[in-house]
């Protein structure tokens, strides 16, 4: 008997030494010093087994704690931006664990959720030209950060051709794991646009997050109309804003007109439900909006709220 387990302790010794261990990217020097000095928020996601309600609740959860304190009935506006060419105050690193040894990280802007780059499985950055100084060490990809350069001609309106879902969000992160510079730019396109469509516009927008939602078990594809909205994440937000402003008044502004022309927009609530969370615009408003007399009144209006409604808290939309 001892002899038998003898033989099965060497056996269960031989088969760990012999069993390759997957190496992280956690495990590499992803990080050097001088690109520590904003926080980093790090998200693990298992596309493989996790699913579409857990994935996405880890980055909205996670990006409405660093948002700034102000909110909208009970819609969140992202913190001041810093400007495309600064540190973002904090990053969330995704980290998108694929099948077998595919693994990604992508570094995200917390102030507008753009995607900056990603880390492919040997922990070699490769940014977008615009943010490559803000990721040391990185390696320009040959595509710009735009619709346009990642799925040609015709930019946004090319994204109800992608199929997303599970399988898409897995074959983008192979591309991407396994990423080598004569890659077709097609290809790496294609994967890119993937991953910024289910990482930050389901975020950013409930039409397309539905959608996903409802689809990602055998993948589907966005109607022209919701991918559309992909373009007007900013004018909606200012639209809103101006709008609270201007104590309800919807129309009157250029957004507003602008909303009713492309997106059939009627009426503030119509605006607002296509909404998860709001860009702080930074100016680009035509009217300006969160200046110190408009936060004042949002402050006002979140305190009423608060007496009123004492245990309901802020989120970013189911």
């Not at 600064?86 to 998108?96: G, I, R």
Request: glycine share 6%; aromatic share 8%.
């Amino acid at each position: 008997m001892a002899h038998t387990n003898m033989v099965m302790v060497t056996m269960v010794v031989l088969l760990f030494l012999v069993t390759p261990v997957r190496s992280s990217l956690m495990d590499k020097e992803l990080f050097p010093r001088n690109w520590r000095r904003p926080p980093m928020k790090f998200l693990r996601s298992e596309f493989s087994t996790e699913t579409f309600e857990a994935i996405l609740q880890r980055h909205t959860s996670t990006i409405s704690l660093s948002s700034s304190s102000l909110d909208i009935d009970y819609t969140k506006i992202l913190r001041i931006q810093t400007g495309y060419y600064e540190q973002p105050a904090s990053w969330k690193m995704s980290h998108l664990i694929g099948r077998g040894e595919d693994e990604i990280m992508v570094a995200i802007r917390d102030d507008n959720l753009y995607v900056a780059g990603f880390a492919d499985q040997t922990g070699q950055w490769h940014a977008f030209p615009r943010f490559v100084n803000l990721i040391p060490g990185s390696i320009p990809l040959p595509i710009e950060d735009d619709y346009v350069s990642l799925l040609g001609v015709g930019g946004h309106t090319n994204i109800p051709r992608l199929t997303l879902g599970r399988e898409s969000m897995l074959d983008a992160i192979h591309t991407l794991s396994n990423y080598q510079p004569s890659i077709d730019n097609k290809v790496l396109g294609k994967a890119l646009a993937t991953v910024v469509v289910t990482l930050t516009e389901t975020v950013r927008l409930r039409n397309i997050r539905e959608w996903v939602r409802q689809g990602w078990s055998k993948g589907t594809r966005l109607p022209d109309k919701v991918a559309e909205e992909v373009v007007h994440w900013r004018r909606l937000t200012c639209a809103v804003l101006i709008s609270h402003k201007n104590n309800g008044q919807w129309w009157g502004s250029k957004e507003a007109d602008e909303l009713y022309w492309s997106l059939g927009v009627r009426r503030r609530d119509e605006a607002f439900d296509r909404l998860c969370i709001m860009i702080w615009p930074r100016g680009s408003c035509t009217e300006e909006v969160l200046d110190d007399q408009h936060i004042a009144k949002i402050e006002l209006d979140m305190a009423r709220r608060a007496r009123r409604w004492p245990t309901r808290k802020t989120g970013m939309g189911s």
